[in-house]
């Protein structure tokens, strides 16, 4: 599959098809806040969705953004976030005016079919200065098809294996869904031209 219809993710908002919402913030969310590793900087939310996030961040001194193609998912974050910080656009075609240092992808990547995967890493790498951070949730679907689709980790260690990967990985987080969430921070590479001498 290589698209999603239009109106796909619209239709599920208006319909009140989110089962993927969360009742409150993720667990892992919770814990990178907790332990510092997510700490207050520029920060793009792709995605974003209905997510409570965005607004946590923005609460906390973030300098977030939020970004969806959904009309719905836009408008509610814009009522959180101001109009300014909830933008309405295409992750795989959407460019910030400055870099930011961190992405928080909250079951972005496994909302796009697996043939938009190349497009939106290089996305990632774009919008991150180098040496920024981009948390991120593998979703473990186990099975074929989706949304969501199943980001199997070698899969994913190979889509991103220009990126620095922690040593190892924590606990993944359940979904009521029946899936896992396997946290990561991945470290964009920082180019050689760039590394002090
Ligand atoms: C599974 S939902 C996750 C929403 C939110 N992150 C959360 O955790 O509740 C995926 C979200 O990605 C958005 N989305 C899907 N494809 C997109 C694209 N190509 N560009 C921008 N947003 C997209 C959808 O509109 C939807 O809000």
Redesign the pocket.
């Known amino acids: 599959m290589t698209a999603?219809p239009d109106d796909f993710?619209?239709s599920r908002?208006q319909g009140s098809r989110?089962p993927?919402?969360?009742p409150g913030i993720?667990p892992a969310f919770a814990a990178w806040r907790a332990s510092g590793d997510l700490a207050p900087c520029r920060i793009l939310?792709?995605?974003?969705?209905?997510?409570p996030e965005p607004a946590a961040l923005l609460a906390d001194g973030f300098d977030a953004v939020a970004?969806?193609?959904?009309d719905s998912?836009v408008s509610f974050q814009a009522g959180r976030l101001g109009a300014g910080r909830s933008i309405r656009?295409?992750?795989?075609a959407w460019m910030p005016d400055a870099p930011f240092d961190a992405v928080y992808d909250?079951?972005?990547l496994?909302?796009?079919p697996p043939a938009?995967w190349p497009a939106y890493e290089a996305q990632l790498r774009r919008w991150l200065r180098p040496g920024g951070r981009l948390f991120i949730l593998f979703m473990q679907a186990g099975r074929e098809g989706g949304?969501?689709f199943d980001c199997p980790l070698p899969a994913m260690r190979s889509l991103f294996s220009t990126w620095q990967w922690p040593d190892t990985l924590g606990e993944g987080v359940a979904h009521g869904l029946g899936t896992i969430e396997q946290p990561a921070i991945l470290v964009r590479e920082t180019p050689p031209s760039a590394l002090p001498p």
């Open positions: 999603l993710w619209e908002f989110t993927w919402e969360r993720n939310v792709p995605g974003a969705g209905r997510s970004l969806d193609l959904a998912a656009a295409d992750v795989t909250q079951t972005c496994c909302a796009l938009l949304p969501p």
